[in-house]
């Protein structure tokens, strides 16, 4: 099938969107939300700030493209190993964490930046977490029970999951040299779930 | 003892400068580091910014006296239950913090703000959570030997507890309504060194 030329000029502008994506994900982890700019970002990829505007018309468009790419990625990751035990998904998502500290200083940035007032991306990361701690909880029923291993309830485990990778990160990114994040991680991963002793 | 006008004088200097900490945390709290200005903390104390300035002469200054006065309350509180169990005593540091949503709120923007390139207190931050792991390995030494009853070293536990109380800080400031930050520390508590059975 032959492609129009409407299609094709629709495949560059999202390929266009997308190299905007990832440039004020870069902006962002190196100046933090408040500290990026339009400007800054557009420079990145060779535009005016008004030849930016054109794909995204504000700062804020923008942040909500940067949160809804990451939520993407993370779903992807997880489909990959949709039918593994589900503490072994997160943990292999804290690996591939590993590999991109760019995208996780972007993310630590921002929610750190969140909990101040009227912060335009307050309402997406208080709505993410409800949906990690509800999913997380429903993954962990459906391969454990009412009860994990470790004594905790699958919403409490969900709730004490999401807050150590966040930690984690924090930790991580400032000396990487002194914090194994994914080994961590599958520390915790031990005592949610202890594995069996053999024999 | 009569006290000469000097050390008057001096109190009020210490009084003022607590206030103008204080302010300066609610500031930043609400408006993030970036955000926030020597002009608008002035303005809370009641002071012009030149007078202010006389007082700390820098916005990164404030920043750093802002982070010491927040050590200086944890090992305040800290010492209050010196003779404590190690993680009795964590547990209530993280009891105490779910009565001072402003500070918490402070540092969160504050640690996440600190993984940008080149930010004021991005060493205070490194050099505070290796103090913390080490400390916090050393107490659990004393009190476990070189394994914890779920199985970790010390060092290790200490890294996840200083990931779990950040990453309950941001979903408590998020969700209050939702996240019991206090419960669901004394949750990870319990991985770490489950209660006896009794009997």
């Known amino acids: 099938m032959t492609r129009?030329?409407?299609e094709r000029r629709g495949d560059r502008r999202g390929d266009r969107k997308a190299e905007i994506i990832q440039a004020a994900t870069e902006v962002i982890a190196e100046r933090g939300y408040r500290g990026a700019t339009l400007v800054a970002v557009a420079e990145r990829v060779g535009l005016t700030q008004q030849g930016l505007m054109h794909y995204f018309p504000t700062k804020d468009a923008l942040l909500v493209a940067?949160?809804?790419a990451r939520d993407q990625w993370d779903m992807a990751s997880a489909a990959l190993h949709g039918r593994a035990w589900p503490l072994e998904v997160v943990a292999e998502l804290v690996e591939y964490n590993a590999t991109r500290p760019g995208i996780v200083q972007a993310f630590t940035v921002l929610?750190?930046?969140s909990v101040t007032e009227g912060h335009p991306a307050q309402d997406y990361f208080r709505e993410?977490?409800?949906?990690?701690r509800e999913g997380g909880a429903d993954a962990l029923r459906a391969e454990y029970g009412?009860?994990?291993p470790g004594g905790l309830t699958p919403e409490r485990a969900a709730t004490l999951l999401a807050a150590v990778m966040d930690g984690l990160q924090v930790q991580w990114l400032l000396d990487p040299g002194s914090v194994d994040m994914p080994a961590a991680f599958r520390d915790f991963l031990a005592l949610l779930a202890p594995p069996r002793e053999p024999g």
Chains 1, 2 share one sequence.
């Not at 993410?128 to 990690?132: L, S």
Request: no cysteine; hydrophobic share 35%.
């Open 146 to 148: 009412d009860r994990l």
């Open 111 to 113: 929610v750190g930046d």
């Open 66 to 68: 940067v949160l809804e």
């Open 128 to 132: 993410r977490y409800a949906r990690v």
């Open 4 to 6: 129009t030329r409407g």
